[in-house]
């Protein structure tokens, strides 16, 4: 069963600073792998989609990594701003359901002034 | 293009009460989706229709749970009876096809409390 952990749980850093945020998986055998933003009372926003024959994607200041043979990703964010505060969740659908997204518990993100 | 819509936005209910939410997907798109996500966790799906047939619903507590999508547009998911449990946001997504890697478009979700 593929089970998605991300850590850590909660961040608060100040404007401007370089993030990482983790997200590990059980199971190698994904489709794909993406990086969702919910902000308060709305929806969820993709970022970031990455193939599993993808290494890396990059979107702005957003950067996100995969690598599938230890179960990992990453989503590197550079400068950090106060828009950027939200929840940042990963998901991966798996090789035999494509259709299927299994979430990770997410990171609460604030970065203040 | 306009996005998921889904109504009611916030629902309140004692526990043992029923509940129905409406979800409004994206013209067009043919699978819509039903996730459940508990407070400090990720959306759980609960489960998807290709246009009017269910594809999933393995997660979906069936003694209580329903749901339908009449005519492969609108759908609804409904609660009955409500347990404390089941205190939740329950977000509709919708995808065009419902293929490899298709995109899901969320909706602002429903925020159920019960009591």
């Known amino acids: 069963k593929q089970e998605v952990t991300q850590i850590p749980a909660a961040l608060s850093v100040p404007e401007g600073e370089n993030l990482v945020l983790n997200c590990s998986f059980t199971?190698?055998?994904?489709?794909?792998l993406q990086w969702f933003r919910q902000d308060p009372g709305k929806g969820l926003t993709s970022l970031l989609l990455i193939q599993s024959s993808q290494r890396e994607q990059t979107s702005g200041r957003l950067n996100a990594s995969l690598d599938k043979s230890s179960g990992r990703s990453t989503l590197y964010i550079a400068a950090s701003q106060p828009g950027d505060s939200a929840t940042y969740l990963c998901?991966?659908?798996?090789?035999?359901?494509?259709?299927?997204?299994?979430f990770g518990t997410g990171t609460r993100l604030q970065v203040f002034p | 293009e306009a996005g998921v819509a889904q109504s009611p936005r916030y629902k309140i209910i004692e526990k043992r009460q029923s509940v129905a939410f409406w979800c409004n997907p994206i013209s067009g798109h043919a699978t819509l989706y039903w996730y459940q996500q508990i407070l400090g966790q990720g959306p759980k799906l609960l489960i998807q229709f290709q246009n009017n047939g269910v594809v999933d619903d393995s997660q979906l507590p069936k003694d209580r749970f329903s749901a339908e999508r009449l005519k492969g547009v609108d759908s609804t998911l409904k609660i009955q009876p409500a347990k404390l449990e089941d205190s939740a946001v329950y977000l509709c997504a919708s995808s065009r096809a419902g293929g490899p890697g298709d995109e899901q478009f969320f909706g602002p979700g429903t925020r159920l409390t019960v009591l």
């Open positions: 998901a991966v659908s798996t090789s035999y359901n494509t259709d299927k997204l299994i």
């Open positions: 199971d190698s055998a994904i489709y794909n």
